[in-house]
């Protein structure tokens, strides 16, 4: 499961009504896939639909896609959202990663 912190909460509910998603039925996608500084990056999109076999979670009101690969990765993240000095955007804070880039778009196990 995903953990939602409320900053992120209020950023992915501003962000994808700016889109033309409504965040009380639609849903983020979050995996990850090859590549990266570290060997293996996060991905974040706005949906309006599952894929067979995805995982579906709802935390802090918001619904989170995870496909069944990227399932085994992210168990126990938090999704949280900087706006810090250091730049903004969504921050995985994932207990699984041994190694993460500076930039902490990227991980390994």
């Known amino acids: 499961m995903i953990q939602v912190t409320e900053k992120a909460k209020l950023?992915?509910?501003?962000?994808?009504?700016?889109d033309g998603y409504d965040a009380s039925k639609d849903f983020i996608r979050v995996g990850?896939?090859?590549g990266g500084c570290s060997g293996l990056s996060y991905e974040l999109n706005f949906v309006k639909e599952?894929?067979?076999?995805?995982?579906?979670?709802?935390?802090n009101d918001i619904k989170i896609?995870?496909?069944?690969?990227?399932?085994?990765?992210?168990?126990g993240t938090t999704l949280d959202y900087s706006g810090g000095l250091n730049g903004t955007g969504f921050v995985f804070i994932n207990p699984n990663a041994n190694r993460t880039c500076g930039?902490?778009?990227s991980f390994s196990l």
């Open 11 to 18: 950023k992915a509910i501003e962000l994808m009504k700016e």
């Open 32 to 34: 990850v896939k090859s």
């Open 50 to 59: 599952e894929k067979e076999n995805d995982q579906i979670f709802e935390n």
């Open 65 to 75: 896609i995870i496909d069944k690969k990227s399932f085994l990765y992210l168990v």
């Open 103 to 105: 930039c902490g778009e």
